[in-house]
């Protein structure tokens, strides 16, 4: 079984300031992982994933993210905040030969940019 | 395009009325999904299709009915719903649903809004 911890409920800082946005996973099986973002009233816009290959991934609007099996992690960074960030962010896990497609989410974080 | 569509924006319903929400793609997807989110939580699926037909259900209450009556479209029948049936209904497409085990990205409509009074 798979599950996701977002760590977390809301984040807040400053623009400009260094966004972390934290997901741990637990699977017993290689996991995929993906980010996405959902802004006020809009569905859920894929931001990355991890699938194989290079563990650092890079992803739209500047973000990017680091899988590390060793601490089931796969944290969401982003160098410099900017307003237009202001967003529910969702982590979310599916296993390697999952069968039906099945995605699983963590609860989400908030992130509010101040300026 | 990567998009998917879904009508209406809102709803808003009596719990003795039947409705229909609407999600269509055009990117040549295989695999559909219905999923309900309430406020400040994440999405929760209710139905999977693949290939036209209905693969997971999630234990949905049969007020939701759903239909997949072609490749591009699925639609999601209500009737008789309660009000804890408020919620934003999203619209997801990918590839194909096996593939996810292989890591797929899943495309998400911009939801409808649905409010059962």
Known sequence: ?115 | DTEVTQTPKHLVMGMTNKKSLKCEQHMGHRAMYWYKQKAKKPPELMFVYSYEKLSINESVPSRFSPECPNSSLLNLHLHALQPEDSALYLCASSQTNMGLAGGETQYFGPGTRLLVL
């Open chain 1, 1 to 115: 079984a798979q599950s996701v911890t977002q760590l977390g409920s809301h984040v807040s800082v400053s623009e400009g300031a260094l966004v972390l946005l934290r997901c741990n996973y637990s699977s017993s099986v290689p996991p995929y992982l993906f980010w996405y973002v959902q802004y006020p009233n809009q569905g859920l816009q894929l931001l990355l994933k991890y699938t194989t290959g290079a563990t650092l991934v890079k992803g739209i609007n500047g973000f990017e993210a680091e899988f590390k099996k060793s601490e089931t992690s796969f944290h969401l960074t982003k160098p410099s905040a900017h307003m237009s960030d202001a967003a529910e962010y969702f982590c979310a896990v599916s296993a390697r030969y999952n069968q039906g497609g099945k995605l699983i989410f963590g609860q989400g974080t908030e992130l509010s940019v101040k300026p």
